[in-house]
């Protein structure tokens, strides 16, 4: 069965200082990769997605991750942090197949940003 | 307008009552779901509906049981509610098909307490 795992239960970073989250999957082919941002008291939203080509896909609010499938990680980066950027943060990976597994994600557990003024 | 509204927010109740959560959606999505994130915030799917037909029904008690009147919404309705429900329960929608069909947008959630 697939899974994805974000070791980092909990991050702290400086306003400005650069981020990378990490998120490592579990499938057994290529999936389609996620990662979404859910603010307190709020609903998730989509910062970025993989389904193929280029391995580094940009994404809303400056982030990027990037797919590396020899270490079946799809980790979530940005140069440098906003205060409004604490959040948590989850990756998900999605079916590839696809029929009547479409929008079946995969969650991880999340990963909470703190951010230091 | 929200692309996908849930209601209530927010449900506290006793253990034992039957309560419902509604669901919309404005984006002319074919696929609705609802998720559920447990109190150590894993998000796990529940149900999926393309069309008003359910076609992802995971291992949940059939105590949940949804219902689709039409394309644009979704309902959850909660028998005999149990200290074990007590969670944030997500709906989202996706449209179109291949890869996009796994694009989901979320609602805001409904948290339910059961006391």
């Known amino acids: 069965a697939q899974s994805v795992t974000q070791p980092d239960i909990h991050i702290t970073v400086s306003e400005g200082a650069s981020l990378e989250l990490r998120c490592n999957y579990s499938?057994?082919?290529?999936?389609?990769l996620f990662w979404y941002v859910q603010s307190p008291g709020q609903g998730l939203q989509l910062l970025l997605k993989y389904f193929s080509g280029d391995t580094l896909v940009q994404g809303i609010k400056g982030f990027e991750a990037e797919f590396k499938r020899s270490q079946s990680s799809f980790n979530l980066r940005k140069p440098s942090v906003h205060w409004s950027d604490a959040a948590e943060y989850f990756c998900a990976v999605g079916p590839f197949a696809g029929g009547t597994s479409y929008g079946k994600l995969t969650f991880g557990q999340g990963t909470i940003l703190t951010v230091h003024p | 307008d929200t692309a996908v509204s849930q209601t209530p927010k927010y449900l506290v109740t006793q253990m034992g009552n039957d309560k419902s959560i509604k669901c919309e959606q404005n984006?002319?999505?074919?696929?609705m779901y609802w998720y559920k994130q447990d109190s150590k915030k894993f998000l796990k799917i529940m149900f999926s509906?393309?069309?008003?037909?359910?076609?992802i029904n995971e291992t949940v008690p059939n105590r949940f049981s949804p219902k689709s009147p039409d394309k644009a919404h979704l309902n959850l309705h909660i028998n005999s509610l149990e200290l074990g429900d007590s969670a944030v329960y997500f709906c989202?929608?996706?449209?179109?098909?291949?890869?996009?069909?796994?694009?989901?947008?979320f609602g805001a959630g409904s948290r339910l307490t059961v006391l």
């Open positions: 499938y057994g082919a290529t999936p389609y």
């Open positions: 509906y393309n069309n008003k037909e359910l076609i």
């Open positions: 984006l002319g999505h074919d696929t």
């Open positions: 989202a929608s996706s449209g179109g098909y291949g890869s996009g069909a796994n694009v989901l947008t």
